[in-house]
């Protein structure tokens, strides 16, 4: 339980924050002052070692285990986290937990469908209706959802994947127009190709020749752009979809 919070005290959760681009979001956050909620839903390890690094940059974070794909497991959380934090709200939420099982649509089976659909877009629904009451109530808040450049192109053996990103994105608008009275911006980020620890060698290769800048994104590039987005900075964009992808990748 938190029992040395301070009123100025502002948090923001960030899903799939133990690795990838979720840890250097969760650093970035940090680092412009946030309390940083960390997610993640099996890797402990790699959630602590993200906690330990904010805490070495003189920042504050907990970790919060759930599974993003399981209302149920999202429900116990929060219900958890708002009972130990009376009086406090998530003022940013980074949707970023996700998973991809690719496979020829011809191939793929129905686990492979559900699970990226459940792990892509369903768990927006379940996150974001938790934290968005209190957003409401405040009259403050920014969610950030990451989608993806394969929401707006085709490619082979990513149907379930591009259908979970191209629905977020809907989903993001729409909420946008449903919050913007209360002053709560929603926008999805479509990255391109990164450099994370789940990308593969053969991956790199085959879209390299397509990124004008000639080089993968990095991580900390996706969190310079949700710090912007989470900032006053950015209190009047909302509704829209950024692509962070080198160039414009074809």
């Not at 790199?204 to 900075?233: C, N, T, W, Y």
């Amino acid at each position: 339980m938190n029992t040395n919070r301070t009123k100025d005290k502002r948090y923001a959760l960030v899903t799939g924050g133990s690795r990838g681009i979720g840890r250097a979001v969760c650093l970035q956050l940090a680092r412009d002052g946030y309390h940083v909620i960390i997610n993640y839903r099996s890797n402990q390890c790699a959630a602590q070692e993200t906690k330990l690094e904010i805490e070495k940059i003189g920042g504050e974070a907990e970790l919060l285990p759930f599974d993003v794909a399981d209302m149920a497991s999202v429900d116990k959380a929060l219900s958890r986290w708002e009972q130990d934090n009376k009086g406090e709200f998530i003022e940013v939420l980074v949707n970023n937990a996700g998973i991809a099982r690719n496979n020829l649509l011809l191939d793929m089976t129905l686990d492979e469908w559900h699970d990226v659909i459940n792990a892509n877009l369903n768990s927006f629904f379940y996150v974001t209706r938790r934290v968005l009451l209190e957003m409401v109530l405040h009259h403050k808040g920014s969610i950030i959802n990451m989608s993806s450049i394969l929401a707006h192109i085709g490619m082979r053996s990513c149907v379930n994947y591009s259908a979970a990103k191209a629905a977020l994105i809907g989903a993001t608008k729409s909420l946008a127009v449903e919050v913007a009275p209360k002053k709560i911006t929603v926008n999805a980020i479509a990255p391109g190709g990164f450099d994370t620890e789940i990308i593969n060698d053969e991956f790199k290769q085959m879209v390299l020749p397509h990124i004008p800048m000639k080089r993968l994104g990095r991580p900390e590039e996706i969190a310079d752009l949700v710090s912007f987005l989470a900032s006053e900075k950015a209190r009047y964009i909302s509704g829209q979809v950024i692509g962070i992808d080198g160039g414009g990748f074809v």
